[in-house]
């Protein structure tokens, strides 16, 4: 089975993405919800950054170091860093903290100096917000931000025709790397023999408000 499948799987298994009727920020009402912080124990997150790990190594993109913008991102890029040293590639990460420290080594950034191509690490995409802090961050420090990796890709219309991924691509040239996006979510519940009602529910959002793949 493709990663990508496998990580749908799990996710499903976790009860991470749940099936229902949800309404998300922008009002609308999902008959999905996907939520990353119930990979909360230390086999769940260790099999998550695995499926990090194989979605970066198979983008085949160039990089120098990991960057985890708090909170979230903290976790996150550490045990990334701890999955592809496993597999053979060790990187440095770093992270910031919200609050720039005025003590002792000081400074916003935790970890290895950001130097090189950094690669920012997320669990989701929604306005952009910590994108854009971490790209300033990178950028003020002499480095290059080379792409952002999430856990999910919703390929959903923000408040304009693009997704939030692609208004990341667009405005900063930079790639979007994406363990599962919301077709291979489609493929799996179209695979799956108790899915063909989800199925049909995610299908008929995506076509409402879907984007579309973009490379």
Known sequence: MDFRQEFIEFAVAQEVLRFGEFKTKAGRLSPYFFNAGLFNDGAALGLLAEF???????????IDSLFGPAYKGI???????????RGGRNLPFSFNRK???DHGEGGSIV??????????????????????????LIRAAGATPCGVVIALDRMERGSGELSAVQEVKRDYDIPVLAVASLDDLLVFLGQSSAGQHNEEAVARYRQEYGVARSR
Request: glycine share 8%; hydrophobic share 55%.
């Open 52 to 62: 990090y790990a194989k979605a970066i190594t198979a983008s085949g993109l160039a």
């Open 75 to 85: 976790p996150l890029v550490a045990v990334i860093a701890v999955a592809l040293a």
């Open 99 to 101: 609050e720039v420290k």
């Open 111 to 136: 970890g290895a100096p950001l130097a090189g191509r950094v690669l920012i690490v997320d669990d989701v995409i929604s306005a952009g917000t910590s994108v854009r802090e971490s790209v300033e």
